[in-house]
């Protein structure tokens, strides 16, 4: 079946860096992925929706300019969250939608830990 | 109040008992209906689509209520290994196929 490759699984950091975060589709073309944030005990609050070859659209009260958010290829979407602060420790999760099929396929996750 | 409204619980039930989960959506565009189960610190894992006719796969029943607004999951015969959080998903309909909204998930521990 389809699988979404995502990584790093789980990512440390100190405050200020920057952290990038990979989400693949390995065996099929995504005109689209989202990326989703889950703080713990919530559920997945949709972050983004990623278009290849086009600026994603965020949602509102994401920061785009803090989660950056590149989709160059029809199988690889990027989410780099630019000067981490603690506030930004969460669970990434990504996926991605085959195209013209609903059904969305998720990566496994990326746990972040700001320092 | 939030798009996909769920009893968080938790629900604590022995091997073999009966759930019912509910669910309730407000984005009335909504067209699509999934139960998603997931495990602490994983990704959500599609459980099954939620039909108005009603469905069932296996020991999992999930019924439609369009005119209300409400969905529901029942579990038959629980298993040890049904304990997760189970998230009630719809999507926001229209031309945002695929752009899913997540209930906050309701906590199921199955004990022996």
């Known amino acids: 079946g389809a699988v979404v490759s995502q990584h790093p699984s789980r990512v440390i950091c100190k405050s200020g860096t920057s952290v990038k975060i990979e989400c693949r589709s390995l065996?099929?073309?995504?005109?689209?992925m989202f990326w989703y944030r889950q703080f713990p005990k919530q559920s997945l609050m949709l972050m983004a929706t990623s278009n290849e070859g086009s600026k994603a659209t965020y949602e509102q009260g994401v920061e785009k300019d803090k989660f950056l958010i590149n989709h160059a290829s029809l199988t690889l979407s990027t989410l780099t969250v630019t000067s981490a602060h603690p506030e930004d420790s969460s669970f990434y999760i990504c996926s991605a939608s085959r195209t013209g099929n609903e059904k969305l396929f998720f990566g496994s996750g990326t746990q972040l830990s700001v320092l | 109040r939030k798009e996909v409204e769920q009893d968080p619980g938790p629900f604590n039930v022995p091997e073999g008992a009966t759930v019912a989960f509910n669910c309730t959506y407000s984005?009335?565009?909504?067209?699509?209906f999934f139960w998603y189960r997931q495990d602490c610190r994983k990704e959500p894992k599609l459980l099954m689509s939620v039909y108005s006719s009603g469905n069932e796969d296996g020991r999992f029943t999930a019924q439609l209520n369009r005119a209300s607004q409400y969905i529901s999951l029942l579990i038959r015969d629980s298993k040890l290994s049904d304990s997760a959080t189970y998230l009630c998903?719809?999507?926001?309909?229209?031309?945002?196929?695929?752009?899913?909204?997540f209930g906050q998930g309701t906590i199921l521990t199955v004990h022996p």
């Open positions: 984005n009335s565009a909504s067209q699509s």
């Open positions: 065996d099929f073309q995504a005109t689209t």
């Open positions: 998903v719809a999507n926001a309909g229209g031309t945002s196929y695929g752009k899913l909204t």
